[in-house]
Nanobody, 125 residues
Framework: QVQLVESGGGLVQPGGSLRLSCAASGSIFSINAMGWYRQAPGKQRELVATITGGGSTNYADSVKGRFTISRDNAKNTVYLQMNSLKPEDTAVYYC???????????????????WGQGTQVTVSS
């Protein structure tokens, strides 16, 4: 009844840019903090950036100054603008919502720690 759908991944050369989007679909009532995480082959999933409902942001040190997270609450969408991309940014990027409240069957439901399916970002020349 609710989905997080990522888009915008792809292949880009070092130094290039990409913009990821994650849209929550369904009869959304509210979403708390949202964030982007990534997982490179053979590595654990790691935090990239988070943003609260009020717009406060947090970034991993490795992306500070290069990536910008933002959200459009009216569209239930979070974005990740990635500039000055490096080969080490190559990973599957996942969208996360720490709490989603949505209507289904006439009831207000809650999902915690909800994930999208991921989108591949490859930085290579």
């Amino acid at each position: 009844q609710v989905q997080l759908v990522e888009s915008g991944g792809g292949l880009v050369q070092p130094g290039g840019s990409l913009r990821l989007s994650c849209a929550a679909s369904g009869s959304i009532f509210s979403i708390n903090a949202m964030g982007w995480y990534r997982q490179a082959p053979g590595k654990q999933r790691e935090l990239v950036a988070t943003i609260t409902g009020g717009g406060s942001t947090n970034y991993a040190d490795s992306v500070k100054g290069r990536f910008t997270i933002s959200r459009d609450n009216a569209k239930n969408t979070v974005y990740l603008q990635m500039n000055s991309l490096k080969p080490e940014d190559t990973a599957v990027y996942y969208c996360n919502a720490d709490r989603i409240r949505y209507y289904s069957g006439g009831y207000l439901n809650t999902e915690f720690d909800y994930w999208g399916q991921g989108t591949q970002v490859t930085v290579s020349s």
